[in-house]
């Protein structure tokens, strides 16, 4: 089944301590990005990738990296979450704008 | 920052009536699409309108665009209580610059 894959679903942790929020593809896609999704303010880039090795910041990079040594995982790592990164995350990815993008399910995050 | 503003921000209506959600964008587009979203879950991907059409369907769906007053409409006709979501316009240049909006949340009652 095609599809988009994040680990954890759900994770609590407390301020500082350094997450990796895993995104796996199985559909050979160039194009990823990394979302947060916040009451009221809808979802908004944080980072995307054009294909392996190329990244660049969405609008809300604050706080995150990426890195993209493979064209089918793309994670997302918190060097120190902060309470303000508490969030719904979405990884996404697509060959081509024109067929959509495809979502993973989320991971909640609480940092506390 | 935020792209399209969907309008409304909640919409309830009666099982079998149309439900219409609007969008407005600020800046120019080569394309605006139409997300669902069920509660908590991933975005579904349900229908791109390019920026040289002005109307698109899909089953019970219908998307118009019009590009000079930069708002898209997105129509379900004989609503359905599975069709009770919250609907995302996203508009994009390229493929790596999709913008969304808040959402509209349709309740759509048995």
């Known amino acids: 089944e095609a599809q988009v894959t994040q680990n954890p679903r759900y994770l609590i942790t407390v301020t500082g301590k350094k997450l990796t929020v895993t995104c796996s593809q199985n559909?050979?896609?160039?194009?990823m990005s990394w979302y947060r999704q916040d009451p009221g303010l809808g979802l908004r880039q944080i980072y995307y990738s054009m294909n392996v090795e190329v990244t660049d910041k969405g609008d809300v990079p604050e706080g995150y990296k990426v890195s993209r040594k493979e064209k089918r995982n793309f994670p997302l790592i918190l060097e120190s979450p902060s309470p303000n990164q508490t969030s719904l995350y979405f990884c996404?990815?697509?060959?081509?704008?024109?067929?959509?993008?495809?979502f993973g399910s989320g991971t909640r995050l609480t940092v506390v | 920052s935020q792209q399209g503003e969907e309008d409304p921000q909640a919409l309830s209506i009666q099982e079998g009536e149309n439900a219409t959600m609007n969008c407005s964008y600020k800046t120019s587009i080569n394309n605006l699409q139409w997300y669902r979203q069920n509660s908590g879950r991933g975005l579904v991907h349900l229908i791109l309108?390019?920026?040289?059409?002005r109307e698109k369907h899909s089953g019970r769906l219908r998307v118009t665009l019009d590009t000079s007053k930069k708002s898209s409409s997105l129509l379900i006709t004989a609503s359905r209580a599975a069709d009770t979501a919250s609907y995302f316009c996203a508009t994009g240049l390229n493929n790596n610059d999709m913008r969304f909006g808040a959402g509209t949340r349709l309740t759509v009652k048995p």
């Open positions: 309108i390019r920026s040289n059409e």
């Open positions: 996404a990815s697509t060959s081509n704008i024109v067929y959509g993008y495809t």
């Open positions: 559909m050979n896609h160039e194009y």
